[in-house]
């Protein structure tokens, strides 16, 4: 299994709405529903942001929000807020009993 | 409160075996809804899914690494493990244990992780 594809740095100011892709394909996130998100700060363990695409587990902000079209999923982070300024994984469930990852995206928020 | 918790020598030496312990608490190890997980990232890179265990003891490796990996579990002790042998500098990062739910295969509770470096 070959690693998602995901925009290694995305930028925009506070308030504002950022989306990050994910794209992989038909075996892996064209096929399956299950994509999830992990935020991970610097030195930090990533957290889980987002599940089969489009869900949000308790505690996360609902200014995060999971999306899938075809061969990528996105997420998108509206009314952005300093503390948001970290890594984003995505991750699907790529068949055979096997998960792939992207190589990440950092965001930065101006 | 669910916390997981990595445990094992931070360096190996060059063609021998890397050994890690996970110790998960605020829950049982052997809940059918849950698969443990091992997942690693080199430094300035991403992840990487190395393979899980199920309370049963049934396991899927990445198939990158099946030839030397192995992961197995103590329900006895809630904790489970991680061996990779012939280890070589690429194995060098960070180690993760994971709990991953079987309905929707997301990973859920991450342990802080454990550098392990590869050098003589």
């Known amino acids: 299994q070959s690693a998602l594809t995901q925009p290694r740095s995305v930028s925009e100011s506070p308030g504002q709405s950022v989306t990050i892709s994910c794209t992989g394909t038909s075996r892996d996130v064209g096929f399956y529903n299950y994509v999830s998100w992990y935020q991970q700060h610097p030195g930090g363990a990533p957290k889980l942001m987002i599940y089969a695409v489009t869900k949000r587990p308790s505690g996360v902000p609902d200014r995060f929000s999971g999306s899938k079209s075809g061969n990528t999923a996105s997420l998108t982070i509206s009314g952005l807020q300093a503390e948001d300024e970290a890594n984003y994984y995505c991750?699907?469930?790529?068949?055979?009993?096997?998960?792939?990852f992207g190589g990440g995206t950092k965001l930065t928020v101006l | 409160q669910v916390q997981l918790q990595e445990s094992g020598p931070g360096l190996v030496k060059p063609s021998q075996t890397l050994f890690l312990t996970c110790n998960f608490s605020?829950?049982?190890?052997?809940?059918?809804?849950?698969?443990w997980t091992w997942i690693r990232q080199p430094a300035g890179e991403g992840l990487e899914w190395i393979g899980r265990i199920y309370t049963s003891g049934s396991t899927t490796y990445n198939p990158s690494l099946k030839s030397r990996v192995t992961i197995s579990i103590d329900t006895s002790k809630n904790q489970f493990s991680l061996k990779l042998s012939s280890v070589t500098a690429p194995d060098t990062a960070v180690y993760y244990c994971?709990?991953?739910?079987?309905?929707?295969?997301?990973?859920?509770?991450w342990g802080q992780g454990t550098l392990v470096t590869v050098s003589s």
């Open positions: 991750c699907s469930y790529a068949g055979s009993y096997a998960w792939v």
């Open positions: 605020g829950g049982s190890i052997s809940s059918a809804n849950y698969y």
């Open positions: 994971a709990r991953q739910d079987t309905a929707d295969d997301h990973f859920d509770y």
